[in-house]
């Protein structure tokens, strides 16, 4: 005989049996599940044991649904479900097997009408000090929940989940034994839906937009004060283009710097215009004679700073501190913003305007001069090129750094 025909257990006054409790026969007493007609109990020596209807074989749900009932008498009797783990963010919750207080077996859930009404298999309560808290669980032999149920359950915020015993159809033999271990070992269950991590879910999902706003709050305002600063720089270079006029501050810090009483005798590298000079509200001139003085002439007249490696960041850093450099509107809101660290690490994304780039592109250019050298990613000062007074010989026609000793010029070829 097919599988498919041997019904695993019979039922008597509302209760479940195996043929090993039941006598063997029609003396078994028992009846089908679904179609309620009598079964008899094959107890033979050939045959798996098992149970089969006395007169009519056309019924085809017998198996199944003995099946189905004989999961929710288990768990009827047993009170216990296991609840499959679920993931919030990386952490995961192991409910495992769970101990409830109350099993009832298909009581309707009435919704608004009745063409919303869900017939659990089974209402699982858990009696809390507050509250009872409900878990709903689907058995599945032959046929899962619908779409319809599904939805109901997830629209209700129903805690449930569905056990999946259809392997069992194709096992020739099935006692109580195999679905209570497929009830526990957790394999077979599912959740249909999970309060919890939908709850879960929605505060992570409310926290990570508060966050998103937030950094998009912080990304606008630093976006804005960058333009804010773009159109300031761009309007003081242009100030920068006509107001360049020499002034005595700046010739009285050449002649003590370096020497120099003329400010047309300043070496080209400071006379020459160049971008920094819009960062600060000061003659650019001046700008030019601190880097040198400070981190060319000093090194070479302290001997523990001599070979002092530097970068654009120190220079940044010391000009910070040269109060003179900026009118006093610029102290207030130029100044302060323009070397702000995080507006340097914006930069990255703005090419238009990096004062780091700036000042370090001088430097660079100091370096073509023939003033610095640059290695491993930092600036030097020159050995050797510069007479103790700090007076240069500048190319006559690149002008170039060049060495007071030097014949011809390096870069042009030009003879001195
Ligand atoms: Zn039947």
């Known amino acids: 005989m097919n599988s498919k025909y041997k019904v695993p257990f ?95 077996l298909e009581k309707a859930i009435l919704g608004e009408t009745t063409e919303f009404l869900i017939i659990p298999d089974i209402t699982a309560k858990l009696h809390r000090k507050i509250d009872t808290k409900n878990l709903y669980v689907e058995i599945a032999v032959t046929h899962f929940s619908e779409e319809k ?23 020739d033999y099935v006692d109580f034994k195999m679905i209570e271990n497929m009830i526990k070992s957790g394999n077979h269950a599912t959740w249909i839906y999970n309060k919890r991590l939908e709850l879960e879910n929605e505060k992570i999902k409310k926290r990570d937009e508060k966050v998103k ?13 960058m333009k804010a600063l773009i159109n300031l720089y761009n309007e003081e270079k242009e100030r920068k283009k006509y107001s360049i006029k020499s002034n005595n501050q700046l010739l009285d810090y050449a002649r003590q710097a370096i ?10 590298f400071i006379l020459q215009p160049c971008d920094i000079d819009a960062l600060y509200t000061l003659d650019g001139r001046l700008v030019r004679l601190y880097i040198y003085e400070y981190f060319i002439l000093r090194r070479k007249n302290i001997p523990q700073l001599k070979d002092r490696a530097f970068g654009a960041k120190s220079v940044i850093q010391y000009l910070k501190s040269k109060k003179q450099l900026y009118s006093n509107k610029f102290i207030n809101d130029w100044n302060k913003l323009i070397f702000e660290d995080d507006i340097l690490f914006m930069d990255e994304d703005t090419p238009n305007f990096n004062p780091k780039k700036i000042i370090s592109d001088y430097l660079f250019h100091l370096k073509d001069a023939g003033v610095l050298i640059y290695s491993g990613n930092y600036f030097f000062k020159l050995p050797g090129i510069f007479e103790a007074d700090g007076s240069l010989s500048v190319c006559k026609f690149c002008k170039k750094q060049l060495p007071l000793s030097a014949e011809y010029c390096d870069k042009c070829g030009a003879i001195q």
């Open 10 to 104: 019979g039922l008597k006054n509302g209760i479940l049996y195996e043929p090993s409790q039941v006598e063997r026969g029609k003396a078994c007493n028992c009846i089908c599940s679904s179609c309620n007609n009598p079964l008899t109990a094959k107890k033979g020596e050939k045959n798996i044991h098992h149970f089969a209807h006395a007169t009519n074989n056309s019924c085809e749900t017998g198996r199944e649904t003995a099946i189905h009932l004989a999961a929710k008498q288990i768990i009827f009797q047993n009170k216990a479900v296991y609840l499959p783990s679920i993931k919030i963010e990386d952490e995961l919750i192991d409910y495992g097997m769970v101990t409830f207080d109350d099993i009832i």
């Open 149 to 171: 149920k599904i939805n109901e359950f997830r629209k209700k915020k129903l805690s449930s989940i569905e056990i999946d015993l259809s392997g069992l159809l194709k096992e």
């Open 213 to 225: 706003r937030e950094r998009e709050y912080i990304l606008n305002k630093k976006l804005n004060n």
């Open 259 to 268: 020497g120099i009483n003329s400010l047309d005798n300043l070496p080209a």
